[in-house]
């Protein structure tokens, strides 16, 4: 099976905090991968790291092949854990600022989305409620054609009905040749949409297999496999 991203023997230390411990990880492609682990395990540093955003302390992470760096950047989605965008712009401009970025992204699957959700797109950023901030920025991840989406804690922090809709809407705009890597400590609401699942914990990486083999092998679920492991 060909592998999106390749880490080899990847550190990432500050000072006396060693974040990702050496590890190695081979991550297939076309599949929607769930990066799964408690709040300070890893789970964001690994992210930062593929998208470049920090550099590792020793080791290597390959994206498609390739070493992080223009090429890359070009090929991935990544969503970060809290807003990102200028406040003070308007969701039109902002749209804008997404087709002068990035080839690949699709402005007529956006502002279908955004038409969907009502949201007006002459308004300001910061204008809106948190949730409706939270679908925005994941409309506009979305709505590219890239062949690696990296969404960090996209449902952490909404209420139950938004959470709905961003799983819902990461389905419906997933293309099956792209991979999406998910990370969450909210397993019970991502595993219906995983196939694969990443446990990290202290910088290690504890398992990696598929959601069926797992459910095979240990009659539970996700969630109840996740807190067994984790307790």
Do not use: W
């Not at 020793?58 to 969503?79: A, F, H, Q």
């Not at 948190?130 to 989406?149: C, H």
């Not at 996209?154 to 997933?174: C, E, F, M």
């Amino acid at each position: 099976m060909e592998k999106i991203v390749e880490c080899k023997d990847l550190k990432k230390s500050y000072k006396n905090n060693v974040a990702l411990n050496s590890i190695n990880l081979s991550i297939n492609k076309n599949k929607i991968i769930g990066l799964l682990g408690p709040n300070g395990s890893g789970k964001t540093t690994f992210i930062k790291l593929a998208v470049g955003l920090l550099k590792p302390t020793s080791g290597e992470i390959l994206i498609d092949g390739l070493p992080i760096g223009v090429e890359t950047k070009k090929i991935i989605s990544y969503l970060p854990d809290r807003d990102y965008l200028d406040k003070n712009q308007s969701i039109d401009s902002l749209i804008q600022l997404f087709l002068d970025f990035y080839p690949d992204f699709d402005e007529n699957v956006a502002r279908e989305m955004l038409k969907d959700l009502k949201i007006d797109t002459d308004a300001k950023f910061k204008a809106l409620s948190k949730g409706n901030r939270e679908k925005v920025q994941l409309i506009l991840a979305m709505s590219r054609k890239a062949k690696l989406f990296l969404l960090d804690e996209p449902i952490a922090g909404v209420d139950p009905v938004t959470r709905d809709y961003i799983l819902n809407t990461i389905v419906k705009n997933y293309s099956k040749d792209a991979t999406l890597i998910i990370s969450t400590h909210l397993i019970n609401d991502v595993e219906k949409i995983l196939d694969e699942v990443i446990f990290v914990n202290n910088g290690d990486i504890l398992l990696y297999d598929s959601i069926e083999n797992i459910r095979k092998e240990h009659n539970v679920s996700i969630d109840e496999y996740f807190r067994e492991v984790f307790k």
